[in-house]
């Protein structure tokens, strides 16, 4: 018999000044909360989310964020949280910060609020932490036990961030499901080291259709800080519907090529979303796909300001040996690229960002 495990967040809430409801939803969660996010964060949030969770009955500590998930600053907000008493905290903000809250939690217990202001990653909605040195290295890649109680998203809150925080949430969530189903295709393990359901497998590609019938509308009403009815299925997308889709439909070639390109210096000023978005368009390159999907994704991608050439992304003319570093680093043995239901070596994916950069170009012009 095979287990297959699917997991998710108790409950997500989102909607326009959802954030103003905040205090009514963790009611149930506790009576001592802490919140948590950086400076930029709290000025734009900050007074709006203590005032409802006031409203609600909760003691509140809030602690400025120092800026790097790393075993330091988890171990102070423990301590923070220790001293409050806290049985509840809120991570607000861009992934860092709710990854710290995640980590903190795991450590101390209580309840865990994900209330990200940005629709840029899927991780909110996710288990998982990414835990920095204190000078920003990569350390480790966490999966606790444990998801948010609630994770609760602003719709006017991520209409109004820079567009360029929304496209990328689109680049992270256009690669779910070619993911998904290349690991549901080779029977390879999720992140939860068990095979996908059909369930995960069915919202990863709603992900995508979401996607595609609204995501051009969406990044055209939040360029103008407006919140229609496509940027609600965008954001649902990229946050819920990517969030379940990546943890329990498991991940690919899209993001092991994206963390190869971590690799190269010069790719660190482009996001996540997009250099996960060359990365998707290399899955299907390498997965042998017709042209006419290649062309139709990448297509999709330009049109809503997402890179489809490497030098969008940095890359303005890689050698063949920066390509190969790149390569490497993506087929490294515990990288998700094996999930692929055919064996990568590091020659093909070097060949096929080479191409996915010459379809990007003609496309261009
Ligand atoms: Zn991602």
Redesign the pocket.
């Known amino acids: 018999m095979t287990t297959r495990i699917f997991r998710s967040p108790a409950a997500y809430i989102q909607g326009r000044n959802v954030l103003d409801d905040l205090g009514d939803y963790a009611d149930p969660l506790g009576d001592a909360a802490l919140v948590l996010g950086d400076e930029v964060v709290l000025d734009l949030v900050g007074e709006r989310v203590e005032t409802s969770l006031e409203a609600a009955g909760f003691d509140i500590d809030s602690v400025v964020f120092n800026g790097e998930c790393s075993e330091k600053e988890i171990g102070r907000i423990r301590e923070r949280h220790t001293e409050h008493d806290a049985n509840l905290i809120v991570g607000i903000g861009g992934g860092k910060a709710i990854d710290t809250a995640r980590a903190t939690r795991e450590r101390t217990g209580g309840a865990l609020v994900s209330l990200p202001t940005v629709a840029s ?3 909110p909605t996710s288990s998982v932490a990414v835990i920095y040195s204190e000078d920003g290295e990569f350390v480790e890649f966490h999966v606790y036990e444990r998801h948010p109680d609630l994770v609760v998203i602003d719709t006017e809150v991520v209409a109004n961030a820079p567009t360029r925080f929304f496209r990328s949430g689109i680049g ?1 969530a256009l ?1 779910t499901w070619f993911e998904a189903d290349a690991a549901f295709r080779s029977g390879a393990t999720t992140l939860f080291g068990t095979r996908s359901t059909r369930t995960a497998q069915e919202i990863a590609k709603l992900a995508y259709t979401t996607l595609r019938e609204h995501g051009r509308s969406a990044v055209d009403a939040v360029e103008n800080n407006a919140v229609t009815e496509s940027v609600e299925a965008v954001v649902e997308a990229n946050t819920l519907l ?1 969030g379940l889709g ?1 943890e329990s439909g498991g991940l690919a070639a899209a ?1 092991a090529i ?1 963390n190869g390109l971590t690799q190269l210096e010069a790719t660190h000023e482009a996001t ?2 997009e250099k ?1 978005t060359i990365g998707t368009i290399a899955q299907l390159v390498l997965e042998g796909r017709e042209d006419a999907l290649v062309e139709d994704v990448a297509g999709f991608a330009a049109s809503v300001g997402l890179p489809t050439t490497l030098a969008e992304i940095g890359l303005e003319d890689p050698s063949i040996e920066d390509l190969a570093i790149v390569a490497e680093a993506a087929c490294a043995e515990d990288e998700t690229i094996h999930n692929e239901p055919f064996e990568v070596t590091a020659d093909d994916v070097r060949d096929a960002l080479v191409g996915v950069d010459a379809v990007g170009r003609r496309l261009d012009h």
Request: charged share 15%; proline share 0%.
């Open positions: 990653t899927d991780a992270d690669a990517s990546f993001h994206h996540h979303g996960v």
